[in-house]
């Protein structure tokens, strides 16, 4: 696994407030969160952003975006959310491994 502060959460070296995991993903709350609910949903696998996906991480993405709604509405979004994939340092990435941030909670403008 590459060394990223998600692999230390993955791996229990760090804290985290969980909310979700399975055997795939972990899905915790954004420790600077932009919204009530601020989420972060990784993959165990260390995959460093959008852009280094590999054929073989179809069904990993598959599962992680239906997911996407089972989590939130589990954290009581039931009037919509927003779904954000930061793709390397020009699209605002901060960590080198793969994340979707689940946000809502209040209306969100495009901040």
């Not at 039931?78 to 699209?91: A, H, L, P, Q, S």
């Amino acid at each position: 696994m590459t060394d990223s502060i998600f692999t230390r959460i993955i791996q229990g070296e760090i804290p985290a407030d969980k909310v979700y995991e399975d055997e795939l993903v972990i899905c915790i709350k954004d420790i600077n969160p932009k919204a009530p609910v601020h989420l972060l949903l990784i993959p165990k696998n260390p995959i460093i952003s959008l852009a280094h996906l590999q054929p073989e991480d179809a069904q990993l993405m598959g599962h992680m975006t239906m997911l996407l709604p089972v989590i939130a509405k589990s954290m009581g979004l039931d009037d919509g959310f927003r779904t954000i994939i930061n793709t390397g340092k020009g699209g605002g990435q901060e960590v080198d491994h793969l994340h979707f941030h689940i946000l809502g909670g209040r209306l969100l403008g495009f901040e």
